[in-house]
């Protein structure tokens, strides 16, 4: 079956220090593979998408990912947080291209001052 | 561009209850996505339309959710009778067209507590 691995549940990093959110996934084709956000009380937001294009995706906010087959990975990356960055972070795969999202477990970034 | 829009935000109600959770997709999309949210299970599809008919509702738990979508800017989806194991965030959100590579749009989500 297909699925995405989210490692930590909780992600902690000083504001202005590197964010590094990890997602594997397993998919036997390629993927279409997502990143959404998710305020409190609000809905999730898409972030950025993987559709098979370039392997270094660029999202709002100033994140990016990197889709690496070999290793299976899209990693959410930005290089410096911001404290408005908090919040929880989805990572998403459509293995065959359909509309049947298979969302990770998620991972909470805190972020101290 | 209003996004998707569900109510109650929140819906409080008796063991046992009927409960209904309405949302409005955005304007011309023509797929329409319900999740649940919990802690124990994280984000569920429970059922997705295209051109309002139903096209998968295999993550539906139980004979006791329906949901029915009568038009392009309307969907609701029911509980009856409503258990306490209920209890978690519904998410409607809608697509448009490209398979795969269109965004789903989230509403703010109802979040139901059964007593």
């Known amino acids: 079956a297909q699925s995405v691995t989210q490692l930590g549940s909780h992600v902690s990093v000083s504001e202005g220090a590197l964010v590094l959110l990890r997602c594997n996934y397993s998919s036997s084709v390629p993927p279409y593979l997502f990143w959404y956000v998710q305020y409190p009380n609000q809905g999730l937001q898409l972030l950025l998408k993987?559709?098979?294009?370039?392997?270094l995706v660029k999202g709002i906010n100033g994140f990016e990912a990197e889709f690496k087959k070999s290793e299976t990975s899209f990693h959410l990356t930005k290089p410096s947080a911001h404290m408005s960055d908090a919040a929880e972070y989805f990572c998403a795969v459509s293995p065959d291209g359909s509309y049947k999202l298979i969302f990770g477990s998620g991972t909470r970034l805190l972020v101290r001052p | 561009d209003a996004g998707v829009i569900q109510s109650p935000r929140h819906e409080v109600t008796e063991m046992g209850q009927e409960v209904t959770l309405r949302c409005k997709p955005i304007?011309?999309?023509?797929?329409l996505f319900w999740y649940r949210q919990t802690m124990m299970r994280g984000l569920e599809l429970l059922i997705y339309f295209n051109n309002n008919v139903p096209i998968d509702d295999s993550g539906m738990p139980e004979d006791r959710f329906s949901a029915k979508m009568p038009n392009a800017s309307f969907s609701n989806l029911k509980i009856q009778p409503s258990e306490p194991r209920d209890s978690a965030v519904y998410f409607c959100?809608?697509?448009?067209?490209?398979?795969?590579?269109?965004?789903?749009?989230f509403g703010n989500g109802t979040r139901l507590t059964v007593t």
């Open positions: 304007s011309g999309h023509d797929y």
């Open positions: 993987y559709t098979s294009a370039a392997t």
């Open positions: 959100a809608s697509s448009f067209r490209d398979r795969g590579t269109s965004p789903l749009h």
